[in-house]
């Protein structure tokens, strides 16, 4: 139960660190120094605990599923709900980011709900399997596919093509990756 208290200290040292600085620019060193980031990880690292500690203590009801299933539509709704409020830069990064993440990852790692037992498709651990190639990729994909058609921002459409695009290129590319990794 220590990871509940350490839990609730780290998130409220976060919201105080973000409070302290909210006139600061700190859009740069946010990413680059790991120090500002402290306190999200702890947090993040507690969670993880925390979670793990529920479920090997929680016994499996009938209506677990419909009660997740709920929790997880209102955990999306809340989440793009809040997505869209407007909010000072320093309240965003704690109300937004780090509070409504939370409560995503609490309620989908339970994985009780309808919602989260479609990550069990294969279609999607596959997906999962090569997350991190497509996170290293995306950036340099989206920069190229940029520079080589001249495309900053066009129509809707167009926009739609230039995300399939991108999408399903750095999928094929993770997936050689991917490959390439387990033959070696």
């Known amino acids: 139960m220590i990871f509940a208290i350490v839990f609730v200290g780290a998130y409220l040292l976060t919201w105080v660190y973000c409070y302290l600085t909210r006139n600061t620019n700190m859009e740069y060193t946010q990413y680059v120094l790991p120090v500002s980031r402290v306190w999200e990880y702890i947090c993040g690292m507690s969670l993880g605990y925390l979670i793990c500690y529920i479920k090997r203590r929680m016994v499996c009801k009938r209506w677990f599923t419909v ?3 709920v929790l997880e539509i209102l955990a999306i709704g809340l989440w793009i709900f809040n997505m869209y409020t407007p909010m000072q830069n320093w309240h965003y990064r704690v109300t937004h980011w780090i509070t409504m993440n939370i409560i995503l990852i609490f309620v989908f790692s339970i994985g009780h709900g309808a919602i989260s037992s479609l990550f069990r498709l294969n279609f999607l651990r596959y997906l999962g399997d090569i997350s991190f190639e497509c996170f290293l990729l995306h950036q340099v994909v989206i920069h190229l596919y940029t520079k080589l058609s001249g495309v900053e921002s066009v129509s809707v459409l167009g926009n739609v093509f230039s ?9 094929m590319t993770a997936s050689i ?3 390439r990794k387990i033959k070696n």
């Open 67 to 69: 009660l997740f299933t």
């Open 163 to 171: 995300i399939l695009f991108c999408l399903i290129f750095v999928i």
């Open 177 to 179: 990756i991917s490959k």
